[in-house]
């Protein structure tokens, strides 16, 4: 920088803070809501035969949709990175929950249709955090 010249840089933890909400509030929703899925009446709802498992895989749908349209209107310049972080750690939380869960708690391996279960709901929530991302942008960008 040269003589007076100033750069107005937002300080280190203000770019962790727009990741970090956004991962909370995906977070927030999401533990709950999984922990009653998972433990209603002593089983998961998706083994109790009816459809009322839906209830909070839209719950947790929402959340990630949400998340990703808070970054995105938190940073409307960086909103698919910022969805694309959100997503990550709050899927890396919410993995190592339900494995130790399933490990740990109730000594249970993981089957192969749950792995695949994982694997759509990874990109599930993926493309419902990009899309949130791309809403949030959009909304900043149209309060100016």
């Known amino acids: 920088m040269s003589g007076g010249e100033r750069r107005n840089r937002l300080p280190r933890g203000a770019q962790w803070a727009k990741i ?12 709950p809501v999984m ?3 998972e433990d209603w009446h002593g089983r998961p709802m998706i ?18 949709l949400f998340g990703g349209a808070l970054a995105g209107f938190r940073s409307p310049s960086t909103a698919v990175g ?16 339900a494995m ?6 109730v000594h249970e391996g993981v089957p192969i249709a749950v792995l695949y279960l994982w694997c759509f709901g990874i990109i599930g929530a993926l493309m419902l955090t990009l899309i949130g991302s791309l ?3 959009r909304l900043a960008t149209n309060r100016y």
Request: charged residues 10%.
């Open 47 to 64: 083994d109790e035969g009816t459809y009322l498992w839906i209830l909070p895989a839209f719950l947790v749908a929402s959340a990630f």
């Open 100 to 105: 130790l869960r399933r490990f740990w708690v």
């Open 35 to 37: 922990v009653i899925e």
């Open 135 to 137: 809403l949030g942008r």
């Open 20 to 31: 970090a909400l956004p991962t909370c509030l995906v977070l927030i929703v999401s533990i």
């Open 82 to 97: 910022h969805a694309v972080l959100v997503t990550t750690f709050a899927l890396v939380i919410l993995l190592l929950g």
